[in-house]
């Protein structure tokens, strides 16, 4: 089983800046560089979507992807030695508040993108709330 526990959403003005974490957790011989790792969100009424994803390092070269309203304003970035995930969001709007969710999903072939599996999670955190308000 792996564990997702993400932190540092809170309450930001429009053009600020927050770093979400994702600290990830299993059993014995756990790597979280085999893993794809995505960031998702849910606004307020809306339907859950995909936001950004950084693929495996063990079985893929790390490639990340984002969806075109945060490209340019978000990073995505991965430090496996630490089972942590980060998302770096600049700029932030008003459009991006929402709940925000980690999630992972286990490659079954090599050389894949993380981008082909916003449809297949794992295993999902519990979120953590951004807020983007003046």
């Known amino acids: 089983q792996v564990q997702l526990v993400e932190s540092g959403g809170g309450l930001v003005q429009p053009g600020g800046s927050l770093r979400l974490s994702c600290a990830a957790s299993?059993?014995?011989?756990?790597?979280?560089?085999?893993?794809?790792i995505f960031w998702f969100r849910q606004a307020p009424g809306k339907e859950r979507e995909g936001v950004s994803c950084?693929?495996?390092?063990?079985?893929?070269?790390?490639?990340?992807h984002y969806i075109d309203s945060v490209k340019g304003r978000f990073t995505i970035s991965r430090d496996d030695a630490k089972n942590t995930v980060y998302l770096q969001m600049n700029s932030l709007k008003p459009e991006d508040t929402g709940d925000y969710y980690c999630?992972?999903?286990?490659?079954?072939?090599?050389?894949?993108?993380?981008?082909?599996?916003?449809?297949?999670?794992?295993?999902w955190g519990k979120g953590t709330l951004v807020t983007v308000s003046s």
């Open positions: 999630a992972v999903n286990a490659p079954t072939y090599f050389n894949q993108v993380c981008s082909a599996y916003y449809h297949d999670m794992d295993y």
């Open positions: 299993g059993g014995s011989g756990f790597s979280l560089d085999y893993y794809h």
């Open positions: 950084i693929s495996s390092i063990g079985s893929s070269d790390g490639t990340t």
